[in-house]
């Protein structure tokens, strides 16, 4: 039996992959997103998630904030975009889930005062990981890594104990 790696992405420029192994559960790979020139670079994100072979991955379904210019939400949304496409590439099964549903789970708080709750929580939950959720500006890696936790123990935990 294949080990169980989720695969979780925060997308947007300042996102990021995570892969996650629920028999290690204070631990966590997680890279920023591949960006070159302002945009997601599509085949460094598919050769990476191919290299790490997951058996599952969640996406965060995002859209554009109120406060989003076009310019901006035209970025986000590409990158949006890039990961679904890049998964759907590797012929991974995927879910979809709001920030509003993970967040909730692990209540956490929106906008910028919850990124930095979620980066907390990230340092505390994934201890031998710490390294990679150091610095303010981590909080996307942080976000994937607690997105990847969210789907081991709501998506993927319960059919394996339905089954």
Same mark, same amino acid.
């Given at each position: 039996m294949t080990e169980t790696c989720i695969l979780?992405?925060?997308?947007?420029?300042?996102?990021?992959?995570?892969?996650?192994?629920p028999s290690e559960p204070g631990r966590v790979v997680v890279e920023d997103m591949p960006v070159v020139d302002g945009e997601v670079e599509p085949a460094s994100l598919v050769r990476r998630i191919r290299q790490m072979a997951p058996t599952v991955a969640i996406v965060e379904r995002v859209g554009p904030m109120p406060r989003d210019?076009?310019?901006?939400a035209f970025r986000f949304g590409s990158a949006y975009a890039a990961?679904?496409?890049?998964v759907a590439l590797c012929e991974i099964p995927y879910h979809l889930v709001t920030p509003? *549903?993970?967040?909730?789970?692990? %209540?956490?708080?929106g906008g910028p005062e919850g990124k930095e709750q *979620?980066?907390?929580l990230?340092?505390?939950t994934f201890p031998r990981s710490s390294e990679l959720f150091a610095r303010k500006k981590d909080h996307g %890696?942080?976000?994937?890594a607690l997105?990847? %936790?969210?789907a081991a123990e709501k998506l993927i935990q319960p059919q394996q104990v339905a089954a």
């Open positions: 979780a992405i925060d997308p947007g420029l300042t996102g990021a992959i995570a892969f996650y192994f210019g076009a310019v901006q990961a679904k496409v890049a509003a *549903s993970w967040k909730k789970h692990f %209540r956490l708080a *979620s980066r907390a990230a340092l505390q %890696r942080a976000e994937a997105l990847a %936790r969210y």
